[in-house]
Structures are given as C-alpha cells and as structure tokens.
C-alpha cells in the first residue's frame, strides 16, 4: 500500500468509486487549492483503495486543529489496515503542520468507524450533538449506487 497526496482533480476523478458521489471537476479543484485541505489516498496495486480527507481549522484562542471530514475504504479492500493508516497518516500529516490535535465527528452506530479510529489511537471525548443548516440543495444522488 502507498499512501499519497492527491494534486490533482484528475486523482481525485480516478478515485471518485470512494465517493459518495461523482467528483465534479470544479470541486475537485476548489479543495485542492484552498489552504488547509487534504486529500491522502491509499493505492494498492496502483489502484485507489481508500481515501482520508482533512480540514484544518484555526481559532484566534485555539490555535490549529486537524478534522478528519471523511473516510473511505473501498468494500474490496476493507479489514486490512487501510483505514487505520490513512488515519495515522493524516495525523502525522496534521502533526507536521503544526496541529494541536485531530478530531472526527462519527455516528455512535458505526461499530467499523468507531473500530477504526480506536486503533489509531483516538479517545472518546463524550457525547455532543450535531446541528446543520442545509443552505443550498443537495447533490443529485449519484445512479451508480
């Protein structure tokens, strides 16, 4: 397995089965160039088996934050570490860019995720709640799944 950066929108195309979605090019585009955006993908075989993407966050009183805003292992790939080290990656990755931490939002049923970021090492930090504001539609559904 070689975990990489992604560049380019033409990466980020070629794994876009990580997706929940198709990866529009000028999305692609927009997430590459803003600062403190990541996208590390994990190839096995030279083919894309799993993605991690993080946000840095910065606060006046807090300093810098690494959040990890998703993470996918293609089925065919999943149980063989992928994702416990897309996840260290992004935390070393985090960690050299001088994060004072990382963090991850998960649902409390997903048995797998909360498995994953356990053995990377993450802590539960308690119980909080999420609200949002859909500001704009959604997405298309993407026909493929």
Same mark, same amino acid.
């Given at each position: 397995?070689?975990i990489?950066?992604a560049?380019?929108?033409? =990466? !980020? ?10 990866? $529009?090019?000028?999305w692609? @585009?927009?997430? !590459?160039a ?5 996208m590390?993908?994990?190839? &096995?075989d030279?083919?894309p088996?799993?993605m #991690?993407?993080? #946000? ?13 805003? @998703?993470?996918s &292992?293609? =089925? ?20 050299? $860019?001088?994060?004072?931490?990382? %963090?991850?939002? &998960?649902?409390?049923?997903? @048995?797998?995720? !909360? ?11 308690g #119980?909080?709640?999420m609200r949002? %504001? ?9 026909? $493929? $799944?």
């Amino acid at each position: 397995m070689d975990i990489r950066p992604a560049r380019t929108a033409a =990466e !980020l195309a070629a794994a876009e089965g990580l997706f929940d979605g198709p990866a $529009r090019t000028d999305w692609s @585009e927009r997430f !590459l160039a803003a600062p403190g955006h990541l996208m590390l993908i994990a190839y &096995v075989d030279g083919v894309p088996a799993g993605m #991690v993407s993080g #946000v840095e966050m910065s606060h006046p009183d807090k300093g810098t934050e690494m959040c990890l805003y @998703e993470l996918s &292992v293609d =089925e065919g790939h999943r149980r063989r570490g992928i994702g416990r080290a897309l996840t260290l990656a992004l935390a070393e990755e985090a960690r050299g $860019r001088g994060c004072y931490g990382m %963090w991850v939002g &998960v649902d409390t049923d997903n @048995e797998a995720a !909360l498995a994953t970021y356990g053995s990377a090492g993450a802590v539960d930090e308690g #119980v909080f709640t999420m609200r949002g %504001w859909p500001l704009a539609p959604s997405p298309p559904p993407d026909p $493929r $799944r």
